[in-house]
């Protein structure tokens, strides 16, 4: 009798532990297929990222009042696919308004190349409000010549952007709703660097730092303006109040317009420029950054400029401006 009842127990024992195993794994494989659900939906929410570049309803603001939103100034130079690419890409952002293509080659966009953008604007804007198109033709071949005021405009933010990088329609708007709460500063998506060459025994010789740089430190002292927010007025500046020799210099070497426009702000506000975090596909293959001596070339630009303003203006700063909503670790 009592061997059957040690058995028993010992019978009860072995199912205990065989039934709190069994929770454990269940629990385990319950806890394993929470991440991979949490992870899947996740992803889906992100597939308007990965699979395009266009989400209307990741806008911060769907409409607004005429005058309210931004005009894209874009530099281009024969490259008519990637034009194409980039204002058709543009075209459908909510906050768009206008869009200014600098034209600076020695003959007139086309008339099919006008037909195109247009009838590509019309398509995605289609419901919407009308986005203008304007080509400033410009007789001399200048990089000076993205900086040129432009009559008329309508808007006070201006979006300037290169015509081979693009970014989605809700970072570009989350750019703009940075710009607004600091409009005096430049806010983008490219951080550059400045820092002070001591190698030299020098105090005021500047070295040009590149994204690597910036990567390794967190500090930064421009946003180029391939990719950035800026206000109207710093048009009128730099066509009327920039030094001449700075943009004889800039026309002659075919570089450092952005650097330039950095100065010219910072020399304005006495601030820094925000660094707004943002996804940027490279859809063309070569730009002046891959030549070889490019920051030689650029640190010799802001060498010249700090003695042109008489000072260095740029303000290094580590702060950065992150949309939360999308961003799994800050």
Known sequence: MRGTLLAN?????????????????SNIKLLLFCCIAL?????????????????PSDSLDQFLPPGKGYAIVMNTWKRYDLLKQSISHYSSCPGLESIHIVWSEPNPP????????NHV????????????????????????????????????????????VIFPCSSVEFAFKVWQSAPDAMAGFVPRAHWIDKTLGKKDYYTYGGWWSVWCTGTYSMVLSKAA???????????NEMPVS???FVTKNRNCEDIAMSFLVANATGAPPIWVKGKI?????????SLGGHVERRTR?????????GRMPLVPTTAKAVDSRYTWFW
């Open 9 to 25: 127990r010992r019978g009860i024992q072995r199912f205990r532990q065989i039934a709190i195993t069994a929770v454990k794994s």
């Open 39 to 55: 992870t899947l939906v996740m992803a889906a929410t992100r597939a308007s990222d990965f699979m395009g570049w266009t989400n």
């Open 110 to 117: 086309s008339d099919s190349l006008s037909k195109f953008l």
């Open 246 to 248: 700075i943009k004889e």
């Open 281 to 289: 596909f490279e859809i063309g293959s070569t730009g002046i950054s």
């Open 229 to 239: 927010f800026f206000h109207k007025k710093y048009l009128r500046m730099y066509t």
């Open 121 to 164: 604007i019309e398509s995605k804007t289609k419901g919407m409000k009308k986005v203008e198109l304007s080509f400033d033709i410009n007789t001399e071949d200048s990089l000076n010549n993205r900086f040129k005021e432009i009559p008329g405009l309508k808007t006070d933010a201006v979006f300037s952007i290169d015509d081979d």
């Open 301 to 309: 630009c802001i060498n010249r400029f700090a003695a042109e303003f």
